[in-house]
Structures are given as C-alpha cells and as structure tokens.
C-alpha cells in the first residue's frame, strides 16, 4: 500500500482557524502580556487574534494546539541571587473564566553550589541568554480569551525577549 495515502488521514486540516505571528524584540523587567505582534506574511493571522492587543478569542470549541516560543538576553550583567521560589515563564493564559496558566516555559536557571575552601558560594539566576517554549494541546470552549504573558515571579533582572513567535491552531 502506498505509504503517503496511509499517513494522510493522521494530519488535521489547520487551514480552517489560527494564527502566527511573531514580536522581534521587547524589553521587560516584570510580569509583562506581549503585545504588538506582526501576522504579515510568511505568518498569518485570523479575524480573531488581535495583533495590536496579543489577545486570541476561540471561535468554536473544539481542540486547539498552542505554541509560544522566545528567545531572551539579558542587558547587563547579572548582579543578584534568585531564591528558589522564583521561578520566570513564558505563559499562554486563559483570561476569560474560568482564568488560567494553560501553557507555560521556564527560563534556564543556573543553580551553583561551589565549596570555594573558606567560603561556600551559593549562586542561582537566570542565564545570561537562552529560550523559552510554552506548548499544549488543549480543549477550549467559544470564547475563551488567550493571551502571551512574560511571568517575572518576582525576578528583576531586565531581558530582552527576541524573535518571539505565538501560534494557535484548531486540530479537532
């Protein structure tokens, strides 16, 4: 049997609602929604994701598969600790009702315990560039409100989030 008949069945039909879009740069340094997005072309856009504003409202209910994706630097040297319970992410949220973290992606935190003889060093931050995915495959009901969120969680250190990319896509 041909093997591309065989597979063609296992793929669902994405042309029919969603978006892509991507931000190229922005600078935070506290929990801040990603706005501003550009859908042109090689993205694409849907009449219900507001590029201006971030915000995706479902159109029907259904199966939705969400990706959200950064990469980040920071803008100077890293001068602090993080405690442990602070941890930064980026999130998909549900923002109508019920509110939710749908999705979400830590930032690479080094965590170091150097016996240094005399001294014990203990560092914990975030590194000085890397990336962050946010990724689901979720059930969503008609009108739900979605949104891309940068979670500080209390971290300070100033970023500059680049080339950060936001799809959705209904699959059933």
């Known amino acids: 049997m041909n093997e591309l008949y065989e597979i063609v069945g296992l793929f669902p039909n994405v042309t029919t609602e969603g978006f892509s879009a991507v931000k190229s740069s922005l600078a935070v340094s506290a929990n801040s929604q990603i706005t501003a997005f550009n859908a042109s072309d090689p993205f694409f856009s849907s009449s219900n994701f507001n590029a201006t504003t971030g915000y995706y409202t479902v159109p029907t209910a259904g199966i939705y598969q969400m990706q959200a994706n950064l990469n980040y ?3 100077a040297a890293i001068s602090a600790t993080l405690s442990a319970d602070i941890n930064p992410a980026l999130e998909i949220r549900r923002t109508s009702t019920p509110a939710a973290t749908l999705a979400a992606g830590q930032f690479p935190i080094v965590n170091l315990n150097l016996d240094l003889g005399l001294v014990q ?5 975030v590194l000085g560039g890397g990336s962050a995915t946010a990724t689901g495959l979720m059930n969503l009901d008609a009108g739900d409100v979605l949104q891309l969120y940068y ?22």
Not at 151 to 172: F, P
């Open 73 to 75: 630097n920071t803008n």
């Open 121 to 125: 060093l203990t560092i914990r931050a």
């Open 151 to 172: 979670n500080a969680d209390g971290m300070t250190v100033a970023l500059t989030l680049i080339n950060v990319q936001w799809l959705i896509y209904r699959v059933a």
